[in-house]
C-alpha cells in the first residue's frame, strides 16, 4: 500500500533518508568515515528540526519499504536568506523512478504548505523544464548556477464540518476575516427570520452555488450537499469532538447569548429546546457514521481532524502565523 507520512510518525527512517541525502547532495568522493560523520550530522539535524513550524519532510512509503521523501525549509539558499519558506529535497529511489511518484510526493507537500497557511514555497534547482510541470514559476538564475523559482500555494475553498456546539461559526469567521476569504454559514442558508425554514430544495440549491465559487469558506453539514463541498475544498476541517463537548459549549453558548440575536443568523435568537438537545446528544451516533464516510474520499492531506478544542487552537495560532488569535473569540 503506497502511502504518504510525515517523518515525524516514523522517525525509524531517518538514518536511511540522511544516508540517501548525502549520497545525493552531499560532497563526493569522501571517505568511509568522513561520509558516516556526515550522515550522523544530518540524522542530528533532521531531529532537531521535527518540531520547528517552518520545517517539515514527509516520506513515502510503500508497505515498509521508503520510496522517496520531500521538505520544506526554512531556509535553503545562502544567497537568498530572507526568502522563506523552502521547497526541498524531493527524491525517489533510482528503482521507483518513471512511475509518477515524484507528483505524489510534490501534491503531499503542497497540502502540506496549505495546512501551515504558506502562501508560497521558493525552490532552487539546476535541473532543466523539470519543477516547471509541478506549476513553478521561474524567479531568476542564481550565481551557482542554479534557477530560482516560486510555488503559489492558494487556500481559496475551506469547508468546516462537526457538531453543534464545535465552535464552526465562530473558526469560520475568524480564518473569514484572517484570510480575507467570504465566509458562509450554511445555518444562515437553511433559516429565515424566527428560525423559519427556507424551502430545502431551495436551500440546497443556494448551497452548490456557493461551493462553485472560485473563494469560500463554508460552516456546517447538511449531509445532501456535503460530498459535493468537500470534493471542491482546498481544506476540510472536522472538529470532531466528544458528545460531551458539544454539550458544553451549548451550555457556554446559551449561558453567554440566550435570546440574543445570533451574529450569523439574522432575525434569529439564541435558543434552546429538547429537540435540538437530542439532537446535539444523538449525532456522534447517527451523523457522525455519515460524515466520516463521507469524508473517505477526501484526500488525507487536504483533511484536518480535530479531536479537543486545544489542538485546534494550537494549529490555528501556527496557521495564522497570530499567537494572540484567540483573544478575538473571548
Not at 33 to 41: G, W
Amino acid at each position: 500500500m503506497l502511502k504518504v507520512y510525515n517523518l515525524k510518525q516514523k522517525q525509524n527512517y531517518i538514518e536511511e533518508i540522511a544516508t540517501l541525502t548525502q549520497k545525493e547532495w552531499g560532497t563526493p568522493n569522501l571517505s568511509e568515515e568522513d561520509f558516516k560523520s556526515k550522515v550522523k550530522i544530518k540524522i542530528s539535524h533532521i531531529k532537531s528540526n521535527l518540531n520547528n513550524p517552518n520545517y517539515c519532510k514527509l516520506i513515502l512509503l510503500e508497505d515498509n519499504e521508503l520510496v522517496g521523501f520531500i521538505s520544506i525549509f526554512p531556509n535553503d539558499c545562502d544567497e537568498k536568506p530572507y526568502l522563506s519558506p523552502w521547497y526541498a529535497t524531493m527524491y525517489v529511489k533510482e528503482k521507483y523512478r518513471g512511475k509518477g511518484y515524484s507528483k505524489v510526493l510534490n501534491n503531499a507537500i503542497l497540502a502540506e504548505a496549505k495546512k501551515r497557511n504558506f502562501q508560497k514555497l521558493y525552490l532552487k534547482s539546476d535541473l532543466k523544464n523539470y519543477y516547471e510541470k509541478f506549476g513553478a514559476k521561474y524567479i531568476e538564475d542564481l550565481s551557482n548556477g542554479e534557477k530560482l523559482y516560486y510555488l503559489d500555494i492558494p487556500i481559496n475553498r475551506i469547508s468546516i464540518i462537526g457538531g453543534s456546539g464545535s465552535g464552526k461559526s465562530t473558526l469560520s469567521t475568524i480564518l473569514s476575516k484572517e484570510l480575507n476569504i467570504p465566509a458562509t454559514h450554511l445555518d444562515a442558508v437553511n433559516f429565515n427570520s424566527n428560525w423559519e425554514h427556507i424551502d430545502p430544495q431551495k436551500r440546497d440549491s443556494i448551497i452548490i452555488s456557493k461551493a462553485n465559487e472560485e473563494k469560500w469558506i463554508i460552516d456546517g453539514n447538511y449531509n445532501k450537499t456535503l460530498k459535493e463541498r468537500v470534493s471542491k475544498a482546498d481544506l476540510v476541517i472536522w472538529l470532531d469532538y466528544s458528545s460531551f463537548a458539544h454539550l458544553k459549549g451549548i451550555m457556554k453558548r446559551l449561558f453567554k447569548n440566550f435570546y440574543k440575536e445570533k451574529p450569523e443568523l439574522p432575525g434569529c435568537k439564541e435558543r434552546f429546546n429538547f429537540t435540538f438537545l437530542k439532537y446535539t446528544i444523538t449525532f456522534n451516533k447517527k451523523r457522525r457514521p455519515e460524515i466520516e464516510k463521507i469524508l473517505q474520499d477526501v484526500p488525507e492531506e487536504n483533511l484536518l481532524i480535530f479531536k479537543k478544542q486545544k489542538d485546534l487552537n494550537n494549529w490555528l495560532k501556527l496557521f495564522t502565523k497570530n499567537k494572540n488569535i484567540l483573544d478575538s473569540i473571548k
